[in-house]
Nanobody, 119 residues
Framework: EVQLVESGGGSVQTGGSLRLSCTAS????????MGWYRQAPGNECEVVST???????YYVDSVKGRFTISQDHAKNTLYLQMNSLKPEDTAVYYC?????????????WGQGTQVTVSS
């Protein structure tokens, strides 16, 4: 059974940092295009960052220079290091295999992990 479990969310003040984790089971993440997507209240679901099997990465413009996506293949876990957080980063964050496709087909869904940034 394929399963992804997100964790690491929380409440921080502007300028703070959080590291999100996504532990996968049922498949190996280094063979997939993994990524994070989010949905803020009243906003559409958006892909935040992806990482391909060759290590190439994508970041939405609003998080470039602040967020870093990475993987630990031994732990089969995906991470999102979020620095210099802003109130507009407040959202529920989700991870997925092929997040672009997931968002296009189904939008934001699943348990996710809540990130709240206060000013």
């Amino acid at each position: 059974e394929v399963q992804l479990v997100e964790s690491g969310g929380g409440s921080v003040q502007t300028g703070g940092s959080l590291r999100l984790s996504c532990t996968a089971s049922g498949f190996t993440i280094d063979e997939a295009e993994m990524g994070w997507y989010r949905q803020a209240p009243g906003n559409e679901c958006e892909v935040v960052s992806t990482i391909n099997s060759d290590g190439s990465t994508y970041y939405v413009d609003s998080v470039k220079g602040r967020f870093t996506i990475s993987q630990d293949h031994a732990k089969n876990t995906l991470y999102l290091q979020m620095n210099s957080l802003k109130p507009e980063d407040t959202a529920v964050y989700y991870c997925a295999n092929d997040p672009m496709r997931v968002v296009a087909l189904w939008g934001c869904w699943g348990q996710g992990t809540q990130v709240t940034v206060s000013s």
